[in-house]
């Protein structure tokens, strides 16, 4: 065992606990590193041409804060390995871990997971992982997300906890967690929790979602229809002076401009967190 | 757990290949899969130079000095640790023969390896011997074009018969120096030499 | 060190810089920083030994593939941690970092 995850262990008396974990795990299994697991497919459901939701049963999963991902690693009868991450759509509150992959045509990982796994398949995995990118109700707000494609995966578990943790709050409670969501898609069809975010959005005077459709928007379609600039952050975010707490996550380009525009608007770098999903999305 | 997992039905990206060209552990890509230690660097070309430096001289050319050097074009097969290989990739170039024997005849003294420098700090070290005799390149074109910023241009090193990671992209300088120095790579538990047909990816490998 | 090979000053503010596809953010490393560090590094604090900037590592930036993971300042671009797994090792530079500010452990609820 290598001396240095010996001495921490010794030295810390337990792991950072998660505030979302309703029972804490023993502490001897949370003092190793972070395991891989065999999770079962529970459940594959589309959500859109090209995205499913894979809904796993991970044994002795010690639960998760929004925000995070999991490692997923496939494995070919001769060996061969790919791994990626996939960011957890669930909320923290939720039984099962849920993980929605967009599939990216010439992939490698992500046609497999969205065309080949069955319920009663297992995957590896290992999780919960990132404590930098994460946020829960008890952080506060005003919550400024920003998403473009399948970012919106990490997202959505952090407007999902929210709406359960709120569920029977006042709404002073709801007042002092506004939340706004920016979510940059393609087209109309490629919007994923399209539904499930109308119903959050209507159910909820606090919350605003605002898309754009950057390509071949619907004829009647009367929301934006451009990629995220400067401009239409600044009618969306809410001013610098309200001091938001900001996720952006997405494709790295558009996650880039995204966080220099809102630092440029005058927001805290410190106060933008990005989740950067490398060239494809994060979909390979 | 005492069999390995396999996830059913997955096969992976990787094509069957012609035996015998391939290096053990090795499979074939028709892609260039782009890997990289660090952003692109952007040195424009008017500050661009190249530098072969001895113990206390250097020679160096400038981009408009380097493009009139004798130039070759090779057909060769490039094997990356990661295990993908390609076949039959064209590249254009200065061989580094032409480069040492202009810095020789300026006086730049030879030692027995070689420190490849690049720009945004990545390093690489061969022996001279295997950078001399026709074995390498400084390539300014892949695939009849100028070599692309993420392949590595304006100008990368070319050392087919290692692995691929000793082909530093962006060189700026090879150092010729008394003693062995490792590179980024190579101090990070990466072989010291690389032959793929030895398949020494690792420290310690035979 | 050669001028050549100085690692470009660059500004603080995100964006600033060209975009680079294929680069990562600190949480992306945190797949295999867990299998080294029993704390989650991510959360933890690192001060750039080139330029002194400090962030959260979460918020430096990776660039990541099979060879290895490699995670930069986003002030300096300069490398503050590096880590490659081998079949038999793991190997961790960390001479990048002047320090890291692990959080200390929450009570248990």
Not at chain 1, 51 to 72: E, F, I, K
Not at chain 2, 87 to 112: I, K, M, R, Y
Not at chain 2, 196 to 206: F, K
Request: aromatic share 8%.
């Amino acid at each position: 065992m290598p001396a240095t995850s010996e001495t921490v262990s010794t030295a810390r008396s337990e792991p950072p606990a998660s505030p979302a974990a309703t029972t804490a795990a023993p502490a001897a299994s949370r003092a190793r590193p972070i395991a891989w697991r065999l999770a079962s497919v529970v459940d594959v459901v589309p959500e859109t041409p090209r995205a499913r939701t894979l809904r796993l049963d991970v044994p002795g999963w010690p639960g998760h804060r929004a925000g995070q991902h999991v490692d997923v690693r496939l494995t070919a009868e001769d060996g061969y390995q790919a791994q990626r991450s996939y960011s957890i759509g669930s909320a923290p509150e939720e039984l099962a871990v849920a993980l929605t992959v967009e599939r990216l045509d010439d992939g490698e990982v992500s046609p497999y997971l969205t065309d080949e796994l069955r319920p009663g398949d297992r995957l590896e995995l290992r999780g919960p992982i990132g404590g930098h990118f994460v946020w829960d109700v008890a952080l506060g707000g005003p919550l400024l997300l920003v998403a473009g494609g399948s970012g919106i995966v990490p997202l959505m578990a952090m407007l999902r906890h929210r709406a359960i943790v709120l569920a029977g709050a006042n709404d002073g409670a709801r007042h002092r967690v506004p939340a706004r969501l920016l979510y940059s898609a393609r087209r109309w069809d490629e919007v994923i929790y399209r539904d499930e975010l109308a119903r959050l959005h209507e159910g909820d005077p606090t919350l605003d979602v605002a898309l754009t459709l950057t390509r071949e928007p619907p004829p009647e379609w009367a929301g934006f229809r451009r990629r995220i600039d400067r401009m239409m952050l600044a009618e969306v975010a809410w001013p610098p002076a309200e001091r938001p707490h900001a996720f952006v996550c997405g494709p790295t380009p558009l996650v880039e401009s995204v966080a220099a525009a809102l630092v440029d608007l005058g927001h805290d770098p410190a106060a933008v967190k990005t989740e950067r999903f490398g060239p494809t999305g994060g979909a390979t | 757990m005492s069999e390995p997992f396999v996830s059913r039905g997955f096969r992976g990206r990787r094509q069957s290949a012609a035996a015998g060209r391939l290096p053990p552990g090795q499979y074939e890509t028709r892609d260039f899969p782009v890997l990289s230690a660090g952003p692109t660097p952007r040195t424009p070309l008017a500050a661009w130079d190249f530098t072969l430096r001895g113990r206390g001289t250097a020679a160096r050319w400038t981009w408009e000095e380097f493009q009139a050097l004798p130039r070759e074009t090779v057909t060769v097969d490039i094997h990356c640790v990661t295990k993908w290989s390609k076949f039959g990739t064209v590249w254009e170039g200065v061989s580094v023969d032409t480069l040492l024997a202009e810095a020789g005849a300026q006086g730049v003294e030879p030692g027995p390896y070689v420190l490849a420098v690049s720009d945004g700090g990545y390093t690489t070290n061969l022996p001279l011997a295997d950078v001399a005799g026709g074995k390498a390149w400084v390539a300014t074109g892949y695939d009849g074009a100028p070599l692309a910023p993420e392949h590595g241009g304006p100008a990368r090193l070319l050392v087919p018969h290692l692995y691929f990671w000793k082909s530093a992209k962006w060189v700026r300088q090879l150092r010729l120096m008394e003693r062995d120095e490792a590179g980024f790579w190579e101090s990070l538990g990466y072989h010291n030499f690389g032959d793929p047909w030895r398949e020494q990816r690792y420290a310690g490998d035979e | 060190m050669d001028s050549v090979v100085r690692a470009p000053a660059g500004p603080t503010a995100v964006g600033e810089r060209f975009a680079e596809a294929l680069r990562l953010d600190g949480n992306a490393a945190g797949g295999i920083m867990s299998e080294v560090f029993v704390a989650d590094l991510t959360a933890a604090r690192a001060t750039c030994a080139g330029c002194g900037t400090t962030r959260e590592v979460g918020a430096l930036l990776v660039y990541a593939h099979s060879m290895g993971t490699v995670v930069r300042c986003p002030g300096c671009d300069g490398v503050v941690l590096r880590i490659a797994r081998t079949p038999s090792r793991i190997w961790l530079d960390l001479t990048g970092a002047r320090h890291v500010a692990i959080p200390a452990a929450a009570p248990p609820a």
